[in-house]
Every structure is written in structure tokens, then in C-alpha cells.
């Protein structure tokens, strides 16, 4: 019988020293797999490394938005022998799409695309002879329906969205899945950031932003990130083995789209 056991796996985890990602690190490895944790901070990688159950976890302090810094460890993380990429990286700043700086969808494709391309490449071989490879990116619900105010954010995402769907059928036949989780209103420092933007605009106070954002949320309460790390860790088991090229909502029922 298929479980949720991921002993003998390795993950490469990205943007893990909070939010979403450090929880799916504490959840991959409470499912038994050996994880790499990525972001820019080394200490606060560490800290969360020395959080999780088991033994042999590591840290990797990159930027993924430095096309240099990324291409500098391609060949360390190529030879990390990975059966599970989790893409995940900070959001776009907020903003109009009409206002945007075309320097900002220029850094926000270098952030999201371009460095799950790159990684991608330098991890996808490692997964076909081993013959298991899951890659889950963590983007948004925006590629669904657009959200107000996250010009670069909604494009960016999409793009990733497309791509990951792309590679799900160029990877099927080795046996390697490719979805995506989107993320409703979280309780992330993403979130925080988000509602004290909308603050400021609408001469409100942060508790009326909440108030208001969870109007939109049927089960009327904001995710708690363990909550969509355990969507995450159910797309990189052998229990999600023949699931691949999906947009998975993690939103509290919020989106209006089937």
C-alpha cells in the first residue's frame, strides 16, 4: 500500500528559513526525507535546520534573484543526488502593472522563472536515475484570477504557472511530476507586508484590512502555512504519483474560478 514516506528522499527546499517553506522543510523531513534548506540568510537556515527531526539536513545560503550567486552553486546542487525541488521564492513588491518599472518584471523573471529554469535544469537528471523526481512550485492564486494590486506579481506567477505545466508533459514519461500549489491569505510575513500596504492606501487600520480580507474567505480564518506544507509534502509522496500539471489551491474555498 502507497504511503506518505519519503525515507531515502532528499529536498531541496527554497525560501525556507520562514513562512511556507521553512514549514514544508519541518514537514518533508517529519515524512523522512533529508532536506536542503535555501534562502539568503545562513542563520536563520541554520535555525530552522536545527528544528527538524532526523539527521544529515543542510544549508545553502543563495539568492535567487542573483543570476550570479545561482549560477555559482548549480554544480554543488546538481550533485546533491535531489529526488524533490520545492520552488519557492518572495513575492514581486506590490503595485499596478502600469506603474511598474520594466525593471521590476525584469528581477521578478530572474527570480521565479529564469532561477526555476536554471534549477530545474541542474536537477532533473539527478531525479531520472534515481527514478523519482517530484517538483511542486509555491506561486499563487493569482494565476487563477488576478489579484488587485500585484501588477508584476500576477504576470510573474502566471508565466511560472505555464512553464510548470509545459514541463509536466516533457517529464511525464520519466516520472517526474510538476505541479503547483497556490497559497491563499497566509499568515506569512507576506501576509503582514500585504495588509500593512493596503493599510496605508486605504486610511485604515491593519485589524479592518483582516477583517475585511476574510470576508472573501469562506472558512472564514487564514491558512496557518503547516496547513498548505502538508498539500505540498501530499504532491511530493509516492501517494501523488500519477498527479502532475495542477494548479492546487490552498485558499480556503476564497476562489470564485472552478
Not at 527546499?13 to 514544508?24: E, L, R, Y
Not at 509536466?168 to 495588509?195: A, K, M, Q, W
Not at 500596504?197 to 496557518?224: H, I, Y
Amino acid at each position: 500500500m502507497l504511503k506518505l514516506d519519503l525515507n531515502g528522499k532528499r529536498a531541496l527546499v527554497c525560501g525556507a528559513s520562514q513562512g511556507i517553506g521553512a514549514a514544508t522543510a519541518r514537514a518533508l523531513a517529519e515524512s523522512g526525507a533529508t532536506v536542503t534548506l535555501v534562502s539568503r540568510s545562513a542563520d536563520r537556515l541554520a535555525a530552522v535546520r536545527d528544528e527538524l527531526p532526523g539527521t544529515d539536513h543542510d544549508v545553502l545560503a543563495l539568492d535567487l534573484g542573483s543570476p550570479d550567486d545561482l549560477v555559482e552553486n548549480l554544480d554543488t546542487i546538481a550533485g546533491g543526488g535531489y529526488h524533490i525541488f520545492i520552488h519557492n521564492s518572495g513575492g514581486p513588491p506590490a503595485g499596478r502593472a502600469i506603474d511598474a518599472d520594466p525593471a521590476e518584471f525584469e528581477a521578478g523573471f530572474h527570480q521565479h522563472l529564469i532561477a526555476g529554469q536554471r534549477l530545474a535544469q541542474a536537477l532533473v537528471p539527478g531525479m531520472r536515475q534515481a527514478g523519482y523526481g517530484r517538483i511542486v512550485n509555491i506561486i499563487s492564486t493569482s494565476v487563477k484570477e488576478p489579484i488587485p494590486g500585484l501588477g508584476v506579481s500576477n504576470t510573474v506567477r502566471g508565466a511560472v504557472a505555464a512553464w510548470a505545466k509545459t514541463l509536466s508533459r516533457e517529464l511525464g514519461p520519466d516520472g517526474i511530476t510538476v505541479n503547483n500549489v497556490l497559497p491563499g491569505f497566509t499568515e506569512t510575513p507576506r501576509l503582514e507586508s500585504l495588509v500593512a500596504g493596503k493599510a496605508g492606501k486605504q486610511n485604515a487600520s491593519e485589524d479592518e484590512v483582516r477583517a475585511s480580507m476574510l470576508t472573501q474567505v469562506p472558512l472564514g480564518r487564514f491558512c496557518k502555512p503547516e496547513e498548505t506544507a502538508a498539500a505540498i509534502t501530499f504532491l511530493c509522496s509516492p501517494l501523488a504519483g500519477y498527479i502532475t500539471g495542477i494548479n492546487l489551491p490552498v485558499d480556503g474555498g476564497r476562489l470564485g474560478s472552478l
